[in-house]
T-cell receptor, first 113, second 115 residues
Framework: KNQVEQSPQSLIILEGKNCTLQ??????????LRWYKQDTGRGPVSLTI?????NTKSNGRYTATLDADTKQSSLHITASQLSDSASYIC????????????FGTGTQLKVEL | DGGITQSPKYLFRKEGQNVTLSCEQN?????MYWYRQDPGQGLRLIYY???????QKGDIAEGYSVSREKKESFPLTVTSAQKNPTAFYLC??????????????FGPGTRLTVL
């Protein structure tokens, strides 16, 4: 069964600090991996998407990495801001499965003063 | 949320009643999706549609129904057969599904509460 596991489940950091969120997956065959940001009570918004051949992709202060051999990804947030407080969801797509996605349960990040 | 609207934002329903959630997109996307989000769980796919007048069941379709009469609209009906309908419902769309790497764009969601 395809699974996506994220850690930690929740995280509290001070404004200006960096943090790294983890994602492990068992989806096979692998097509691509996406990170979404979801504000409370809103729909998820795409941050990055990486295919098998990509191992790093940045979007402003967000940098995602992918190790397709170990089936792990991370999302690094630099110089955190209060507006970064949200749930970060790792989503993996199965090759040949159309656009069927397997969603992680998310990491709830809170940035405090 | 760009280009996808869902209404209403909050919806209350009595047990035994059917209710329809609206989803409209102006992105000219072929594919549309309905997901359900519950606390502590990842999004789960209810139904999806790749093209007008065609749709397929997702992982948890029981107790739900959809229609796709227009490209821009994909309403979801939560029927009385759905045993635990209280949840946050998200609609999404993407360009033609077959390409696989297309990003799904999500609407703002509808929170349904059964009283």
């Amino acid at each position: 069964k395809n699974q996506v596991e994220q850690s930690p489940q929740s995280l509290i950091i001070l404004e200006g600090k960096n943090c790294t969120l983890q994602c492990n997956y068992t989806v096979s065959p692998f097509s691509n991996l996406r990170w979404y940001k979801q504000d409370t009570g809103r729909g998820p918004v795409s941050l990055t998407i990486m295919t098998f051949s990509e191992n790093t992709k940045s979007n402003g202060r967000y940098t995602a990495t992918l190790d397709a051999d170990t089936k792990q990804s991370s999302l690094h947030i630099t110089a955190s801001q209060l507006s970064d407080s949200a749930s970060y969801i790792c989503v993996v797509s199965e090759r040949g499965g159309g656009n069927k996605l397997t969603f992680g349960t998310g990491t709830q990040l809170k940035v405090e003063l | 949320d760009g280009g996808i609207t869902q209404s209403p934002k909050y919806l209350f329903r009595k047990e035994g009643q059917n209710v329809t959630l609206s989803c409209e997109q102006n992105l000219n996307h072929d594919a549309m999706y309905w997901y359900r989000q519950d606390p502590g769980q990842g999004l789960r796919l209810i139904y999806y549609s790749q093209i007008v007048n065609d749709f397929q069941k997702g992982d948890i379709a029981e107790g739900y129904s959809v229609s796709r009469e227009k490209k821009e609209s994909f309403p979801l009906t939560v029927t009385s057969a759905q045993k635990n309908p209280t949840a946050f419902y998200l609609c999404a769309s993407s360009p033609r599904e077959a390409r696989g790497t297309d990003t799904q764009y999500f609407g703002p969601g509808t929170r349904l509460t059964v009283l």
